[in-house]
């Protein structure tokens, strides 16, 4: 997508607008509960791969449109795609408290809202 083409641009913000439901601040709160820290698949250390997504989604929601990257444009196709692969893997029954729903939200998607 180098060259900047304006709509393949636009086409990311928008289609991340639509997968990460979360607000700034409501994705700060949840991502210091213990349930977001535990989690998710840990490469390295201690910090699962959504949870070091979601402290970047909360950047990338804070920034301004014009100011974003290739790099944070990246990321936020990365996010959408992971959003939607996993909304298709939905457990049945109550989804309220599952690893399911906390790993989506990590990535700044509730899937109860």
Do not use: C
């Not at 910090?47 to 402290?55: F, I, L, Y």
């Amino acid at each position: 997508m180098s060259g900047g083409n304006k709509k393949e641009r636009q086409d990311t913000i928008d289609r991340f607008g639509e997968d990460v439901n979360m607000a700034p601040g409501e994705l700060e709160r949840w991502l210091d509960t213990d349930e977001s820290r535990d989690v998710g698949q840990k490469d390295s250390g201690t910090e699962s791969t959504g949870h070091a997504s979601g402290r970047r989604i909360v950047h990338l929601l804070r920034t301004r449109k014009e100011d974003l990257s290739e790099n944070d444009l990246a990321h936020m196709r990365k996010v959408s795609g992971y959003v939607r692969r996993h909304l298709g893997q939905r457990p049945e029954g109550d989804i309220k408290n599952t690893p399911w729903r906390y790993s989506l939200m990590n990535w700044g998607h509730d899937p109860q809202k």
